[in-house]
Nanobody
Framework: EMQLVESGGDVVQPGGSLRLSCVASGFTFSLYDMNWVRQAPGKEPEWVSH????????WYVDSVKGRFTISRDNTKNTVSLEMNNLKPEDTALYHC?????????WGQGTQVTVSS
C-alpha cells in the first residue's frame, strides 16, 4: 500500500525558513515524479512544486520561485521542500503528492503557519 508521511511543519515568523520532508513507502519511489501541494483554510488545493523521477528537473508555482527548493533522495525514498523567506500567504497544510490532482495519492500533510 502506498504511503507518504510528511514532517517538518511549524509556526515561523515572516522571513523565516523551514524544511519539509516526506518519506515514501509501498511503491517504487525512484520511478515516479513527485510533488508538493498545499491547501490553505477555505481555499482550493494549490500545486507548489514538482520534481522528476531522477531529481534533475524541478518546477515551481510562480509565487514560490526563488524561495522554495524541492529535492529528493532516491536512496532514502524521500522528497524535501526547503522554504526560505516565508510569507504569511504561505500558511497552509503541505502535502507530499505522487499525483497532484488525485488526493488519494497524497500524504496527510504537515502544517506550516507563518505569523508574527
Amino acid at each position: 500500500e502506498m504511503q507518504l508521511v510528511e514532517s517538518g511543519g511549524d509556526v515561523v515568523q515572516p522571513g523565516g525558513s523551514l524544511r519539509l520532508s516526506c518519506v515514501a513507502s509501498g511503491f517504487t519511489f525512484s520511478l515516479y515524479d513527485m510533488n508538493w501541494v498545499r491547501q490553505a483554510p477555505g481555499k482550493e488545493p494549490e500545486w507548489v512544486s514538482h520534481i522528476n523521477s531522477g531529481g534533475d528537473t524541478a518546477w515551481y508555482v510562480d509565487s514560490v520561485k526563488g524561495r522554495f527548493t524541492i529535492s529528493r533522495d532516491n536512496t532514502k525514498n524521500t522528497v524535501s521542500l526547503e522554504m526560505n523567506n516565508l510569507k504569511p500567504e504561505d500558511t497552509a497544510l503541505y502535502h507530499c503528492a505522487r499525483d497532484p490532482i488525485n488526493p488519494n495519492s497524497w500524504g496527510q500533510g504537515t502544517q506550516v503557519t507563518v505569523s508574527s
